[in-house]
């Protein structure tokens, strides 16, 4: 296993403030952007550079906008999860980037899950 860095620790502590900010109450939202390998081959930097575009230009500062790796349906990328503080978590997936500027509207914006794309809703638990 790698040693940790002092540069490892301030990236660590940069995307928990996000989580620790979602669940507290500074943000309103976290989309989350699921960028492994088969995510980005499918296309997940057109939707990722999309969302950032439309967060920018709405001017939602309460938007917290991340990544991860794969999500486990790799026929399903390009995926993005949306979670609304106090409420499940919804996956979508065969995203594009028209796809994910109406995701942003409709449920972040205006708390309407976009079912046509959606995939999941609720987290994942093993028991």
Do not use: W
Not at 3 to 14: F, H, M, N
């Amino acid at each position: 296993m790698q040693k940790l860095k002092p540069e490892d620790l301030g990236k660590i502590s940069e995307r928990m403030k996000g989580v620790v900010n979602l669940r507290d109450g500074a943000y309103c939202a976290k989309i989350t952007v699921h960028m492994g390998t088969c995510g980005i081959a499918a296309g997940a930097r057109k939707v990722m550079t999309a969302l950032l575009a439309v967060v920018a230009e709405k001017g939602n500062k309460d938007v917290l906008v991340t990544t991860s790796g794969c999500a486990g349906l790799c026929g399903r990328e390009p995926m993005a999860t949306v979670e609304l503080r106090g409420e499940a978590p919804v996956k979508y997936g065969n995203l594009d980037e028209a796809k994910i500027k109406e995701i942003f509207d409709q449920h972040v914006l205006g708390k309407k899950i976009v079912t046509e794309y959606a995939i999941g809703i609720g987290s994942e638990r093993v028991s």
